[in-house]
């Protein structure tokens, strides 16, 4: 069993509008990649810088995508943690309040 802890990322706006083409960047596995294409940059509806890319995978290439103060959720995330243990963490990262109680 790896010792390796997976890596989270919540990207703040400047690592948004400055990714470029070469960088690394998280891709959906959790490993630091390199980006191969950026597709599109926008802000969401509540005004977050957005950027869609793709990174390389292999001989080929896996898309992705990072939010201005969203968690990075990826393969390796998903397998220790659960949906929920992740939204609580991004609220209490972010400065968001965090519902009272338990699980749904």
Do not use: Q
């Amino acid at each position: 069993m790896s010792s390796k802890h997976p890596i989270m990322l919540i990207p703040t706006r400047k690592m948004v509008e400055n990714l470029k083409v070469g960088d690394l960047a998280l891709d959906c596995f959790g490993n630091m990649s390199p980006v191969v294409e950026i597709t599109r940059r926008c802000d969401d509806a509540r005004g977050r810088a957005v950027v869609f890319f793709y990174t390389a995978l292999g001989s080929g290439r896996v898309s992705g995508h990072y939010k201005e103060g969203s968690l990075v959720r990826t393969v390796a995330l998903s397998r220790l943690y659960t949906s929920w243990d992740l939204d609580k963490l991004e609220r209490e990262l972010s400065g968001s309040p965090v519902p009272v109680g338990g699980r749904p």
